[in-house]
Nanobody, 116 residues
Framework: QVQLVESGGGLVQAGGSLRLSCAASGSIFSFNTMGWFRQAPGKQRELVATITSSGSTNYADSVNGRFTISRGNAKNTVYLQMNSLKPEDTAVYYC??????????WGQGTQVTVSS
């Protein structure tokens, strides 16, 4: 079994910064992709950023240049540094782990609220 636990959400003013963390435990394999998705009220869940086990990253256009995804030394943690936050970044942010051939896993989500 795999568990993902997020932390770091909260309330911040527009222009501020937050850092989200996600720790994965259980049967974690060397080759995987971790990422962050978000879902705002009334909207579909959307990709924010992903990072492979080799360090390749991918960002949504809406966050490119403002957000940075990274992995910890233990490779089972992923971070999302969010700078220059905007009210439209308000959403529940979900950590995601994809292990091809084994499964797709989600965290419970952490709320990020950006006030104008």
């Amino acid at each position: 079994q795999v568990q993902l636990v997020e932390s770091g959400g909260g309330l911040v003013q527009a222009g501020g910064s937050l850092r989200l963390s996600c720790a994965a435990s259980g049967s974690i394999f060397s080759f995987n992709t971790m990422g962050w998705f978000r879902q705002a009220p009334g909207k579909q869940r959307e990709l924010v950023a992903t990072i492979t086990s080799s360090g390749s990253t991918n960002y949504a256009d809406s966050v490119n240049g403002r957000f940075t995804i990274s992995r910890g030394n233990a490779k089972n943690t992923v971070y999302l540094q969010m700078n220059s936050l905007k009210p439209e970044d308000t959403a529940v942010y979900y950590c995601n782990l994809v292990q091809i051939g084994y499964g797709i896993y989600w965290g419970q989500g952490t709320q990020v609220t950006v006030s104008s």
